[in-house]
């Protein structure tokens, strides 16, 4: 559903959110935008900045968890 440039979606049950999250703005031809996200999540891996070690590092969970709050940006380079 959009409304004058706000989207509200719900993702499948099982998809990699970020993946999803990434092929809908391709598809949908979303080149950038704010993304504000809530929900439980199964299994989830994190993602962060290292910046001793200059690279991204994961955090690999199990089980079920509920995520408050999350935020990011899309921003979808010209192919």
């Not at 703005?25 to 935008?33: L, T, V």
Request: glycine share 16%; charged share 30%; net charge negative.
């Amino acid at each position: 559903m959009i409304w004058e440039g706000f989207l509200c979606l719900g993702a499948p049950r099982g998809v990699d959110l970020l993946e999803y999250l990434s092929g809908f703005a391709e598809k949908e031809g979303i080149r950038a935008g704010l993304i504000s996200v809530i929900g439980s999540l199964r299994n989830p891996v994190i993602g962060y900045f290292n910046v001793d070690e200059g690279r991204y590092e994961e955090i690999k969970l199990e089980d079920f968890y509920e995520l408050a709050r999350g935020g990011g940006n899309i921003n979808l380079k010209r192919r």
